[in-house]
C-alpha cells in the first residue's frame, strides 16, 4: 500500500467514526480501517448494513466485529507460529536421534569385532590395541548419550514453554479485555458442558442473565470511560458472590451471565439476590472528576435447566425472565415461577 493511500484510507476511516460517533479507540480504527478498504469482506459487508440503516453504530457491534476478525487472527497467526517452533524442535530431535542410532550401530559392529578378535589375540600389544579400541568406542557412545540425553531435556523444556504459551493464548481468546471474565465464546462452551453433564449426571444445572439497568443514559451523559467504569463495577459483583465452579461471562454489552452447574434454582436466585442487593448499595464517583453517579441496579432472570432442554431454550427462559424484571420496574430478580421472585421494586 502507498503511503498516500494509507494516509487517504486512515482519514476516511476517522471521518466516518466520527460522522457515526463512534469512539476513536484503537480497537474501533482497526475495524474502520478494514472496512473502508474492504481486506476483511465479511466485515464490510455486515458494517455496511449496520451504516445502511442510519444512525450510530453501537460499541458492541464493533467490539463483536473486532472479537472476531482480528483477535481469531491473532490467535491463528499465534498457532501458527507455535506450531512452526513444535515442528522444527521435534525435527531436531529426530536428527538427533538418528545420529546416535548410527553410533549405537557403529558401537555393535565394534563390540562384535572385538568379540572376533579375542580369541586371536595371542600377544599383549594385540590385546592392548582391541582394549583402547572398545575404550575410544565406548567414550564416544557415553558423548553421545549425553548428548542425546541433554537434547530431549532442553526440547522438552522448549515443548513445554511452546504448551503454554498455546494455553495463555487460548485463554485470552476466551476472556473478555475490559471485564476479565469469560466472554461469550467461553460461555457458549460452558453452556454445553453444563448441559451435557447436567443430563447425564442428573445434577441441578442454573443460569442467571443480568443487566445494567439504564446503562445508555449513564453511558450517554457521562461517556464511555465511565460506562466502562460500571461494567466492571458490576463484573466484580458477580465473581464476588459465584462460585468457584461457576463461570461469570460477559454475555454482550451492558449483559452479564453466570452459568451455574450443581446449583438449585433456591441457590441461584439467593446469589442473584445478594448480587442486585449489593450493586444497588453502593454509590459509584467518577474516576476522572469524583462526580456522583448516583446508585447503578441491574436487573436479573434467573432459570433452572430441564433434562433434555436444548441450551437455547434455557437461554431464552432465562432471558424471558431477565424482560419481566424490567417490565415490572427494574432493580429486580425473576425466577422461573412467579412464587419464586425475590425481587424487589425500584426505589
Known sequence: MQTNEGIDLARRALDLMEEHKVAPTPQNYAVWVA???????????????????????????????????????????????????????????????????????????????????????????TFKRMVEGLVSATARMQRRSRELERRLQETSVEVNQLRGNLEKVREEAMTDALTGLANRK????????????????????????????????????????????????????????????????????EEFAIVMPKTTVADAAMIAEKIRATVESKRLLRKSTNEDLGHITVSMGVSQHISGEAVEGLIERADTNLYKSKQTGRNRVTVDSAEDDTGVAAA
Open 186 to 253: 467461553r460461555f457458549d462452551e460452558s453452556m454445553r458442558k453444563a448441559r451435557r453433564d447436567s443430563d447425564l449426571q442428573g445434577d441441578d444445572f442454573c443460569l442467571v442473565l443480568c443487566d445494567i439497568d439504564h446503562f445508555k443514559r449513564f453511558n450517554d451523559t457521562w461517556g464511555h470511560q465511565t460506562g466502562d467504569q460500571i461494567i466492571r463495577f458490576v463484573a466484580a459483583c458477580l465473581s464476588r458472590f459465584a462460585k468457584d465452579t461457576h463461570i461469570v461471562a460477559r454475555y454482550g454489552g
Open 35 to 125: 472496512y473502508v478498504s474492504d481486506s476483511i469482506p465479511e466485515l464490510s459487508e455486515t458494517l455496511q448494513t449496520a451504516v445502511d440503516k442510519g444512525g450510530p453504530i453501537d460499541d458492541e457491534l464493533c467490539d463483536e466485529l473486532y472479537d472476531r476478525h482480528f483477535t481469531f487472527k491473532r490467535i491463528q497467526d499465534a498457532v501458527l507460529d507455535t506450531g512452526g517452533a513444535m515442528s522444527r524442535e521435534l525435527g531436531a530431535v529426530v536428527k538427533t536421534l538418528e545420529a546416535a542410532e548410527r553410533d549405537t550401530a557403529a558401537y555393535g559392529e565394534a563390540l562384535a569385532g572385538a568379540s572376533g578378535q579375542l580369541g586371536d589375540a595371542t600377544d599383549t600389544v
